[in-house]
């Protein structure tokens, strides 16, 4: 069976691209690939039984700046050429927009952890199952320069919205919600925008 590094290293050759494929150091290296230069490296997850089998991980030092899952070998072969090349994350990402939108790239650029999250979970390119469950609030949310300011978090596929601020816990995959508010009370269930509703409401509780 041909592993993740026998079969990225061909592309990178089929294609002309001087690039040396690597076994990641990790329990099952059979399925994983990296290719680094200095403190740039590129990560290939190869699982044959997946829906989508090739995640590609861009990154630099130890943080992830671009990641997605690539439609085939040659198309992460050359994503990860041009960034081990030393370009930036928004070029890269305009270029391949399975690694995310510009807007997501430049935010983790310059450490905007607040931007970067709102970001991933409105966006979901990857698919998250936790994005997934609060994508109708999310939905609404992004747009709202008040909850925006604040940082969110999710935890057991529940939002949080700013330190100790209201919690948007979705009611199995209905589009439906609980809110949890910092004065101990658990609110009724409601759609989306009944949610947003609440969260609004609650958030002059967070200045003091």
Known sequence: ?????????????????????????????????????????????RASMRRRPLYLALRDGSATRLQGFAPDLAVAAAAADRWLSGERPGPVAAAWPFLGSVALAEARERGDRGETRWLWLYENHCADSVADRLAPFVELAFDVPELRALEPSTSHFSLHVGRNGPVVEPVGTSGRFRVHTRDGRTHDETDAAGALRIVLASLPDLTT
């Open 1 to 45: 069976m041909t592993t993740a590094r026998e079969a990225w290293q061909a592309e990178f050759d089929r294609a002309g691209i001087p690039r040396l494929v690597r076994e990641r150091d990790v329990a099952d290296p059979h399925w994983h690939a990296t290719v680094a230069v200095g403190d740039r490296s590129a990560d290939l997850l």
